[in-house]
């Protein structure tokens, strides 16, 4: 990445390796998630140490598929899941050390884990800052009681009113929670005063991003017996709108469509998935993007653990996937080496026929090989992307 006086400009960068794990249990199954994962109450689950048994074997067989892996040096990893703070501590510190037994790591790896409300505490905090994590997410979605209700999601109020104080006196510095918008039942403006709240702790990462309506959810169960409606699209719409405008003034760089940082906070992880970087994905449900290769794990825990990952990998494709995140970015970026590293000629022309095309429209601009969306192409994004890889 190339930073200039107020902008970063991403960059191809595909010589480090990222890693992702993925715990699969939470407290109980939200209603809308797609995410493979189980609720199993407040206890711990009783696979857990099998489980990570399980990762590092899964990393060993990795390694020994692609030995070139060795080489790369790790600047990322990722514990998502599920609900990743419901393992112990000491799971992921083993864990941590056994990647760094296996590989180098960069001197500013950033080390990320996802926290649900009801597991955050000062003395979590504390735990994972000392075993190295250096940056926490915390899932909030909202602070409104009907909305969560309606997610079905777990609330334990004290935790919910506790968050906010508990994650700006973190010794760990790079926090940013989730909220959602658009909850049929609530309004816009319980969005606004959910945000205007975290804003005013000037938290350094914001996800914003609208509810959606996936297959095979208890959700989307609901809506089609009737008993829950479908997400407020208008409101959805007048809300992505609205934020851009609203999280620059309060000093955030809009750096995805759904994603704000103040400047030098964006996740370097999920930054991987949007600009076609490798990544080491490990666990049940994970998947991971090796050599031009891809790979998906089995989204059950009992299987992942009875029987190792099998060697099975599928070529990328380049020509279309790359405009799918690529194009989710707000933030600049090298356009040209993207196209020119990643695409074949002809769909270089095609892409770069397309972008001129957008520009002219108003929909972007394009400034010595660099390549930034502006706000007017956002409703459309969806379509214009379609429109790049047809
Ligand atoms: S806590 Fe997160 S991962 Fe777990 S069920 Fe809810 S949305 Fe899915």
């Given at each position: 990445m190339k930073q200039t006086t107020n902008e970063t400009?991403?960059?191809?960068?595909?010589s480090f390796l990222g890693i992702y794990v993925h715990f699969p249990y939470c407290f109980k199954k939200c209603d809308y998630c797609d995410f493979y994962s189980e609720g199993i109450g407040s206890g711990p689950a009783n696979d857990e140490m099998s489980l990570f048994s399980s990762y590092q074997k899964e990393v060993l067989e990795r390694i020994s598929h692609f030995p070139n892996l060795k080489n790369k040096t790790i600047d990322t990893v990722f514990f998502g899941g599920g609900t990743p703070s419901k393992a112990t501590t000491k799971h992921w510190e083993n864990f941590l050390h056994f990647l760094r037994s296996e590989f180098e790591f960069a001197k500013e790896t950033e080390i990320s884990i996802e926290v649900n409300p009801e597991d955050l505490s000062p003395n979590l905090l504390d735990e994972y800052a000392k075993i190295g994590i250096n940056r926490v997410n915390v899932g909030v979605q909202t602070r409104n009681p009907i909305g969560l209700e309606f997610l079905g999601r777990h609330f334990d109020k004290e935790k919910y009113d506790s968050l906010l104080c508990t994650l700006t006196s973190s010794p760990i510095k790079r926090v940013g929670i989730d909220l959602m918008y658009g909850i049929p039942g609530l309004q816009e403006s319980d969005f606004f005063s959910d945000l205007a709240y975290f804003l005013e702790a000037g938290l350094p990462h914001l996800s914003l991003y609208s509810l959606t309506l996936e297959k095979g959810t208890q959700y989307s169960r609901d809506v089609k017996d009737h008993k829950k409606s479908e997400p407020e699209e208008k409101t959805q719409s007048e809300i992505l709108l609205t934020l851009p405008e609203l999280m620059e003034k309060n000093g955030y760089r809009w750096y995805e469509v759904s994603n704000y940082a103040k400047p030098g906070f964006e996740s370097k992880?999920?930054?991987?998935?949007?600009?076609?970087?490798?990544?080491?994905?490990?666990?049940?449900?994970?998947?991971?993007?090796?050599e031009g290769s891809r790979y998906g794990n089995p989204r059950n825990a009992m299987t992942y653990q009875k029987k190792p990952p099998k060697n099975q990998y599928e070529e990328a494709t380049p020509n279309t996937e790359l405009a799918l995140t690529l194009f989710r970015l707000f933030s600049p970026f090298q356009y040209l080496e993207f196209f020119q590293t990643y695409l074949e000629l002809p769909t270089q022309t095609k892409y770069i026929e397309t972008?001129?095309?957008?520009?002219?429209?108003?929909?972007?601009?394009?400034?010595?090989?660099?390549?930034?969306?502006k706000k007017e192409a956002l409703l459309l994004l969806d379509d214009l992307i379609l429109e790049i890889t047809e």
């Open positions: 400009i991403w960059q191809v960068r595909n992880h999920n930054l991987k998935y949007w600009t076609y970087e490798p990544y080491l994905g490990i666990g049940p449900g994970a998947h991971g993007f090796i972008i001129h095309k957008w520009e002219k429209q108003g929909l972007c601009s394009i400034v010595s090989g660099v390549f930034q969306w």
